[in-house]
């Protein structure tokens, strides 16, 4: 038939004697016009324009901008073209029905969606170039196509169609739209007045756009690109090729920091507190606060989830439409409809739905729309739950920082708990945010889907509806008890933990006394308990995920056996498939909302926490102290243009911070006299118990002096110095600060000093998180002289000089490890190096050697404070620097005792001044044997040891490193993009197949066996559905029942068979993680025990304890249940497109671009995911530690005065966090709209498919359930591979790990071989013996000779790193002896088992190390010996008397590393130890190096009387423990220099142990 616009079946088609306008098609033809027209108008300016734009590389967004009805606009387009579709479907019907084609029935509609698109990516591009001129254009085209709709409706009205004809209301639908957007149009001409007026309005785009460092653009971008995440595309690709940093996500806009929201948040709770102000029994309200500052988002990502929730229903009504539609058509092919005549061709709209192909194309619709308003209200409440968690952490910070400190030395608030607040609190209420909207929606859906239930099946699917809601509750309770089981097993693993890390720790001792095995099992015993309460844990998780399989097949069994007995009708594929899919939707909510619930009941919780927190007593409003920085931000009560008025960028935040905090500085108090700095008249102070821990405190500290305070420990003098900086009550008087500057002339001079600033240094040294250098300046500038004259003074340089990298070197918790003395001299330096008036310091001198504090005296204290005139208080206990103090307060019980100059006090007060005299005679003798015991080079020399391991580089430090360095090294673009977008499946088959291969085997078989059930079940019911139907002739009951009866049988027993199966697939993937978790830290914890000592040298304990903490965790935890997720969701997805293919193998064909899509969106989305969450963990960490940082120094920072500056970083990490965190969860949204989509176009292809091709209507309906399912787990699939690709990491780890060499244990001989007694004399002969630590490194010891005779005493001595600790070890085979040999007692003992060598010898090691438990089990773990051998040791030791003391005596505890010993305790109990092994040969490695003189006298009486008959070898770290001794080896870089007794070396005047006999002295 030919083509024809108005169709050649009418001769009437082209008369117009009706005139012009009554002409049908006519009217048709006029409404092609504007569209044409605009067409032609835009395609010249738009290529114009696109092609300007590919010449600049890329148009940055600085210049976007959203005109006025921006969103408006869109929303219109957007129906505008939904209104186009259903006109072109409507034209397309009605032209079927016609004897020819008329093509004036639709092509004027298609080229009108064609003009509509055109029309809004014209706008976009206009607008992002922000040129409005060019909108005319589109102003013109609203008005011609709303004259053309408005003529066509008109002449409707004429012919007199009516409202049920669907052509007349889709005309008038557009009429309107048209109107609207010419209105839209109007206004930006309004408001805008580009065109029309004579001065146009110029206009700038947001703030945040014109900082180039704002990268996440979802608030800026126009509506399509919010709804589908467009904009993330160059960041997801980019990705590929470098992998996402910091830089790469800039920073967060302005409306969602943490101070902008914080804002929000506090003028609502300060609101709050206004209201029950005078309710002294009421709290404020966090809830109603919070609900005032985000309840707008909140309730905008409700009604998006109500929009998504109500389209879901769209599912199963046009499913049981298309199924419907399908067997009527099938059955009426017999009677085939006549053609109808042109004059009414108008379709009704119900004919319009029953059309099967429409309805394919509106469930299409309703899915796309369903899952972006889904997505839209979990960005919403995403990004409002980062919002919160923002304004919340600065609440708390900022609470933090005014917190009494009596609060947290009294124990009311400890550090675990404000850690506790930011960690989980925060957080809880960041997820009840992300889960709320469920908690109002859900009813609803619940509700409607009953109702339509009750439509589709009446009485019997209430049966169904009944089953689930009666198994929900045990969702609950499954919940509760996973709750439990996860608390107790992290109580375990914490132990476990604790137990490992003092294995890491003494390590080396362990491995000397041959130790391992017992330390080893104890851990296993701890895991065993772990694993038990895991075991508990899996049960509960894979019961959860057996009910939340098993509920839906229980329910419809239960509906459509009840339908098939209840029910004369049969059932109808229509009926059945419908209800199924309703099911499928009924149960998630049901599910989810036992989760929902428990969340909302932990933010009760979390918030209750907080209101106690925030209601907590603060610090005394110090105002004396000129401008306090920590009052509310009282100058911004919403000003209206508050993010753009007082969140200025050209400054930093740091100054508008300052600017909103500082009040009105109060007029200083006038002091009578200019020369005293600080004055206390009668004060009365007290911790917050109201007792006065000081009382009748009267005291003046001079200007520009050193003022010391002396007196007993627990006198209160360091209470007085925190008294006088206003961290104590006053209960009574007044502490004067006077205004030192007034008095200096120059303005400059008193800028340069920070007024109010103390420089502060605690007792307890606090230090920062950063590197040395930042410690020291603390957020001062840097001033090269100063710097260095500040690390003189405290002798630090050569400290500094140890580090790894200087003064750059990390140092705290994420960093290296100081002695306390060293802390201590960086916080004294920190104070000198500030440029502040007063310094206070709280006893610098405790953890400090008899040099060091000399040195800081003269240098730092007398020198470098005194030229800067600085005001300085001092407390200290060494009263030898009395005479230097120009004022001198003594106190005692919280009392001033004295107060004066020393003169003063030595005229008035003899007694005092005796006293004092004495105790300074006594610390002289001291001095002298402290002289003797050089504290700071041991602490050196232990930075040293930690430090050399980490100059070798590791061979151990993790693969991951190791492929990331092979990737830098070549730069070939292709193999970097190989390694990151591959998944590591052999990682993944190491960790199944650890579980055991019957485990695997059983978990995969069960799995398949269980999805092809689940498959048979819905196989069946299409079955027996469609049988039924073309079964209506029959009307034998009795055939029909039979027939019913064995259909039910085989239903009931598929799915019985269903549920069980359910159940043992959830268990066995439980008990497969199990079982790999037990067997991967089994055999870690085997192979590190069993490692070589070098290992532990060279790789840092953190690295090794990560392994067993964050690692086995997520091995534990983790991996499992994403494992079964992962198979699930993908076995799920094989199964529906194996079935949809199976109904229609046409759709295999449609299947392969799908599939080529899906692997890019998922290849791009797993590199992206991995490196935003490695980011969101690596930012999270910082911000943590400096909560917790800013807990412990809170006297210190506000000493400081430095409030400003912590709130300023706190908000840099947080916005650093969350922007991370905003990003992973868009990367999320990105991903869950592209794998929706691809969902929505597999429903679409299985509806067309299936209805041209499908065999019968039970078959179109499974097709179609199948595909909706698919659009449910399809992203499921990509986020749990994305997790367990991240998961993976852990086991990968924990393998580079197992590959590491054993230490060999096996010897030549059998233990039973070697003698029992053996050594008995305890000769030792070195033959030529040549060591080193590794194949790879030079020898440390070169063809060293010696012979020792039984019983002889040998001192060993010489320069750090001759050698003589390895000679030590070498007696013990921990270091490679590559040539020569030790012969002990005529053995070689490179032939025995290494256990039986290291258990027949003992060593008394340098570092003291005690185990946590009995003293008991230290003295003698495998407990072999009697109790009286004990206390003989301990008699020795010279202990006894003490430990009979204790409670418990040998039982008495020992804490962690043996904190409740002095290290000179510590060192006589080693010495204990070593005794009560009987062995012949004790070997002191410098076990005298850091002990007092009176512990090391102890130390060489008793080696001298009790090991009198044992061979003992001694290296020396002072030369005159070994004088002694009956031979002397002095040894220099590996070889031995001179070996004889020790008289004739010092005979020997040029020999080197003369000359460091000499040098000791």
């Known amino acids: 038939m030919r083509l024809a616009f108005c169709g050649n079946d009418n001769a009437l088609a082209y008369n117009i004697s009706a005139g012009v306008l009554r002409n049908v098609c006519f009217v048709d033809a006029l409404n092609l016009v504007p569209h044409v027209f605009l067409l032609f108008i835009t395609f010249p300016i738009l290529f114009i324009g696109w092609g300007s734009q590919s010449s600049k590389v890329q148009i940055h967004h600085n210049t976007w901008l959203h005109f006025p009805g921006h969103n408006l606009r869109w929303i219109l387009t957007f129906t505008l073209l939904f209104v186009h579709v259903c006109e072109i479907a409507e034209g397309i019907v009605s032209d079927t029905q016609m004897k020819s084609r008329h093509l004036h029935l639709?092509?004027?509609?298609?080229?009108?969606?064609?003009?509509?698109?055109?029309?809004?990516?014209?706008?976009?591009?206009?607008?992002?170039?922000?040129?409005?001129?060019?909108?005319?254009?589109?102003?013109?085209?609203?008005?011609?196509?709303?004259?053309?709709?408005?003529?066509?409706?008109?002449?409707?009205?004429?012919?007199?169609?009516?409202?049920?004809?669907?052509?007349?209301?889709?005309?008038?639908?557009?009429?309107?739209?048209?109107?609207?957007?010419?209105?839209?149009?109007?206004?930006?001409?309004?408001?805008?007045?580009?065109?029309?007026?004579?001065?146009?309005?110029?206009v700038k785009p947001p703030e945040d756009l014109q900082d180039l460092g704002v990268r996440f653009l979802q608030p800026f971008v126009n509506l399509l690109s919010k709804a589908t995440y467009w904009w993330m595309n160059t960041l997801i690709i980019s990705a590929h090729k470098k992998p996402v940093d910091l830089k790469a996500i800039g920073k967060l806009p302005i409306a969602m920091r943490a101070l902008t929201n914080y804002v929000c948040l506090k003028e609502a709770y300060e609101e709050q507190k206004k209201k029950v102000a005078d309710q002294p029994n009421r709290s404020p309200s966090i809830w109603l606060a919070m609900y005032s500052a985000f309840g707008r988002p909140i309730l905008l990502s409700s009604t998006f989830r109500y929009l998504a929730d109500l389209l879901g229903f769209a599912g199963p009504l046009c499913i049981s439409g298309i199924v419907q539609g399908f067997q009527n058509t099938t059955n009426n092919t017999n009677t085939t409809g006549k053609m109808k005549d042109p004059p009414n061709s108008y379709l009704s709209s119900e004919e319009f739905l029953r059309n099967v192909y429409v309805l394919a194309v509106l469930l299409f619709l309703a899915l796309i729309l369903q899952r972006t308003f889904l997505q839209a209200s979990y960005y919403v409440t995403t990004e409002t739950g980062i919002n919160l968690r923002g304004a919340l952490l600065a609440m708390i910070y900022n609470k933090i920082l005014r917190l009494s400190t009596s609060n947290l030395s009294m124990g009311e608030m400890t550090l675990g708990q404000i850690n506790n607040l930011v960690a989980i609190e925060t957080n809880q209420l960041m997820w009840f945010l992300f889960l709320c909207p469920n908690l109002w929606a859900m009813p609803v859906q619940i509700i409607m889907g009953v109702i339509l239930l009750y439509n589709l099946l009446g009485v019997s699917a209430?049966?169904?509806?009944?089953?689930?809601?009666?198994?929900?509750?045990?969702?609950?309770?499954?919940?509760?008890?996973?709750?439990?089981?996860?608390?107790?097993?992290?109580?375990?693993s914490t132990e476990r933990l604790k137990k490992t890390n003092e294995i890491l720790k003494g390590i080396k001792l362990l491995k000397l006394y041959a130790w391992e095995h017992i330390f080893r099992t104890s851990v296993e015993e701890t895991r065993m308990k772990e694993l038990t309460s895991l075991k508990t844990f899996a049960l509960h998780t894979s019961l959860s995920i057996f009910m939340n399989a098993a509920i839906p097949i229980a329910a419809v069994l239960a509906t459509f056996v009840t339908y098939a007995y209840t029910n004369d009708k049969p059932l109808q594929p229509a009926q059945a498939f419908a209800s199924l899919s309703l099911f499928h939707i009924l149960v998630t909510p049901l599910f989810l909302l036992s989760t929902v619930v428990r969340f909302a009941v932990k933010a009760i919780i979390s918030v209750q926490k907080l209101n106690e927190f925030l209601l907590s007593d603060e610090i005394g409003d110090d105002s004396w102290r000129g401008g306090d920085g920590s009052v509310a931000y009282e100058s911004c009560k919403k000003h209206t243009g508050l993010h753009t008025k007082a969140i200025n960028r050209r400054q930093p935040l740091r100054y508008q911070l300052e600017s909103y905090e500082q009040p009105t500085r109060k007029q200083m108090r006038p002091v009578e006299t200019d020369d005293i700095a600080i004055k206390v008249t009668n004060g009365y102070f007290s911790w917050g118990s109201g007792l006065a821990t000081l009382s009748n405190i009267n005291i003046r500290i001079p200007t520009g002096q050193m003022t010391m305070i002396v007196g007993q420990v627990g006198c209160g003098k360091s209470s007085l110095l925190l008294a006088i900086l206003g961290e104590m009550q006053t209960l009574e008087g007044k502490v004067h600060w006077s205004n030192v500057n007034e008095t200096e002339p120059s303005f400059e001079a008193s800028r340069s000093r920070n007024r109010y600033s103390v420089a502060y240094a605690a007792q307890k040294p606090w230090l920062l998180n950063a590197t040395v250098e930042e410690n020291i300046i603390f957020g001062s500038p840097f001033n090269k002289q100063r710097y260095k004259a500040v690390t003189d003074a405290c002798s630090l340089q050569p400290d500094i000089d140890l580090l790894p990298f200087g003064d750059q070197t990390e140092i705290g918790e994420r960093g290296i490890n100081l002695s306390g003395g060293q802390r201590q001299r960086i916080c004294v330096a920190r104070?000198?190096?500030?440029?502040?008036?007063?310094?206070?310091?709280?006893?610098?001198?405790?953890?400090?050697?008899?040099?060091?504090?000399?040195?800081?005296?003269?240098?730092?204290?007398?020198?470098?404070?005194?030229?800067?005139?600085?005001?300085?208080?001092?407390?200290?206990?060494?009263?030898?620097?009395?005479?230097?103090?120009?004022?001198?307060?003594?106190?005692?019980?919280?009392?001033?005792?004295?107060?004066?100059?020393?003169?003063?006090?030595?005229?008035?007060?003899?007694?005092?001044?005796?006293?004092?005299?004495?105790?300074?005679?006594?610390?002289?003798?001291?001095?002298?044997?402290?002289?003797?015991?050089?504290?700071?080079?041991?602490?050196?020399?232990?930075?040293?040891?930690?430090?050399?391991?980490?100059?070798?580089?590791?061979?151990?430090?993790?693969?991951?490193?190791?492929?990331?360095?092979?990737?830098?090294?070549?730069?070939n673009m292709s193999t970097v993009l190989r390694l990151r977008t591959k998944m590591p499946w052999k990682t993944c088959w190491r960790y199944l197949t650890s579980g055991g291969f019957f485990l695997l085997f059983l978990m995969i078989f069960s799995k398949l066996l269980k999805h092809s059930v689940i498959v048979a079940i819905d196989y069946w019911l299409a079955t027996w559905t469609s049988m039924d139907n073309g079964n209506e002739v029959r009307n034998i009951d009795n055939a029909n029942s039979t027939n019913k009866t064995s259909h039910v049988a085989v239903f009931s027993t598929l799915s019985g068979a269903g549920i069980v199966l359910c159940l043992?697939?959830?268990?066995?993937?439980?008990?497969?993680?199990?079982?790999?978790?037990?067997?991967?830290?089994?055999?870690?914890?085997?192979?590190?025990?069993?490692?070589?000592?070098?290992?532990?040298?060279?790789?840092?304990?953190?690295?090794i304890l990560n392994r067993f903490s964050a690692d086995t965790n997520i091995i534990d935890q983790h991996i499992p249940p994403t494992l079964e997720s992962l198979t699930r969701s993908t076995l799920l997805c094989l199964s529906a497109i194996g079935m949809i293919s199976y109904a229609t193998p046409w759709f295999l064909v449609a299947l392969v671009p799908l599939g080529i899509a899906f692997y890019f969106i998922q290849k791009y989305f797993r590199v992206a995911s991995k490196d935003l969450q490695e980011l969101d963990d690596s930012t999270q960490l910082p911000l943590l530690c400096h909560f917790s940082e800013t807990a412990e120094g809170l006297t210190t920072i506000r000493a400081f005065r430095h409030e400003a500056r912590f709130k300023q970083r706190m908000l840099e990490l947080t916005d650093t966090n969350n922007i991370a965190y905003l990003f992973l969860s868009a990367a999320n949204r990105w991903l869950e709209v592209r794998t929706d989509y691809l969902g929505a176009c597999i429903v679409l292809t299985a509806a067309v498919t299936s209805i041209t091709e499908g065999p019968n209507s039970g078959f179109v309906g499974l097709g179609l359930l199948y595909a909706l399912t698919i659009t449910n787990y399809l992203n499921w699939v990509v986020r749990n591979l994305a997790d367990l690709e991240v998961q993976m990491g852990a086991v990968k780890k924990v393998h580079s790990l197992l590959n590491m060499e054993s230490e060999n244990y096996d010897g030549y001989l059998d233990p039973s071989q070697v003698p029992k007694d053996w050594p008995q004399e305890g000769e030792i002969k070195i033959e030529n013996l040549c060591v080193r630590y590794e194949n790879n490194l030079k020898p440390v010891l070169k063809h060293v000779k010696a012979y020792i005779k039984p019983g002889q005493k040998v001192g060993i001595c010489g320069r750090t790193g001759s050698g003589k600790s390895s000679l030590s070890l070498a007696f013990f085979r921990m270091v490679d002896i590559f040539d020569g040999r030790i012969v002990i007692d005529g053995i070689d003992i490179s032939k025995l088992p290494l256990h039986t060598l290291r258990s027949r010898l003992s060593i008394i090691l340098q570092d003291p190390?005690?185990?946590?438990?009995?003293?008991?089990?230290?003295?003698?773990?495998?407990?072999?010996?009697?109790?009286?051998?004990?206390?003989?040791?301990?008699?020795?030791?010279?202990?006894?008397?003490?430990?009979?003391?204790?409670?418990?005596?040998?039982?008495?505890?020992?804490?962690?590393?043996?904190?409740?010993?002095?290290?000179?305790?510590?060192?006589?109990?080693?010495?204990?130890?070593?005794?009560?092994?009987?062995?012949?040969?004790?070997?002191?490695?410098?076990?005298?190096?850091?002990?007092?003189?009176?512990?090391?006298?102890?130390?060489?009486?008793?080696?001298?009387?009790?090991?009198?008959?044992?061979?003992?070898?001694?290296?020396?770290?002072r030369v005159h423990t070994i004088l002694t001794a009956d031979l002397v080896i002095v040894m220099k870089r590996g070889n031995i220099l001179e070996y004889d007794t020790p008289e004739n070396l010092l005979s020997q005047e040029d020999g080197i142990f003369a000359s460091f006999v000499r040098a000791d002295m």
């Open 462 to 492: 209430l049966v169904g509806a009944a089953v689930i809601v009666l198994l929900a509750p045990m969702q609950y309770f499954i919940a509760t008890k996973l709750a439990e089981a996860q608390k107790s097993t992290l109580d375990y």
């Open 1064 to 1103: 043992i697939t959830s268990l066995t993937v439980e008990w497969m993680g199990l079982t790999a978790a037990k067997n991967l830290h089994h055999n870690l914890l085997n192979k590190i025990i069993l490692g070589p000592i070098r290992f532990f040298d060279t790789t840092p304990l953190g690295l």
């Open 106 to 202: 639709f092509l004027p509609a298609i080229m009108g969606f064609v003009a509509a698109t055109v029309s809004i990516v014209y706008y976009h591009n206009i607008e992002t170039s922000n040129f409005p001129k060019l909108l005319l254009a589109l102003f013109l085209y609203w008005i011609m196509a709303f004259v053309t709709k408005t003529i066509k409706l008109v002449r409707y009205c004429q012919d007199g169609v009516s409202f049920s004809q669907l052509r007349f209301c889709i005309t008038g639908i557009m009429v309107i739209l048209y109107g609207l957007l010419m209105a839209v149009e109007i206004n930006v001409i309004r408001v805008r007045r580009y065109v029309f007026f004579m001065n146009p309005q110029k």
């Open 1409 to 1517: 190390i005690l185990f946590s438990g009995s003293i008991r089990f230290n003295l003698d773990p495998e407990c072999k010996c009697t109790d009286d051998r004990l206390w003989e040791a301990l008699e020795i030791a010279q202990l006894k008397n003490m430990v009979k003391s204790l409670p418990g005596g040998l039982d008495a505890m020992v804490t962690e590393g043996g904190e409740n010993f002095s290290v000179g305790q510590r060192q006589l109990f080693c010495l204990a130890r070593a005794f009560v092994r009987k062995s012949s040969i004790l070997i002191m490695d410098e076990a005298t190096a850091s002990i007092d003189m009176a512990t090391e006298n102890i130390l060489q009486k008793v080696v001298m009387t009790a090991f009198a008959d044992r061979t003992v070898v001694t290296i020396a770290h």
């Open 831 to 971: 104070a000198l190096y500030q440029n502040t008036n007063i310094v206070f310091l709280d006893d610098p001198f405790s953890a400090l050697d008899i040099h060091l504090s000399d040195h800081l005296m003269q240098e730092g204290i007398l020198k470098f404070l005194q030229e800067d005139k600085r005001t300085l208080v001092l407390v200290t206990h060494k009263l030898q620097y009395l005479p230097h103090a120009d004022w001198i307060i003594a106190m005692k019980d919280g009392m001033v005792l004295r107060e004066g100059t020393l003169k003063d006090i030595q005229n008035k007060d003899i007694e005092l001044y005796e006293h004092w005299k004495t105790l300074m005679n006594r610390q002289d003798q001291e001095l002298e044997k402290d002289m003797e015991a050089d504290q700071t080079t041991l602490e050196r020399k232990t930075l040293r040891r930690a430090m050399y391991p980490r100059e070798s580089k590791s061979q151990l430090e993790d693969e991951d490193e190791e492929e990331e360095e092979e990737e830098d090294e070549d730069d």
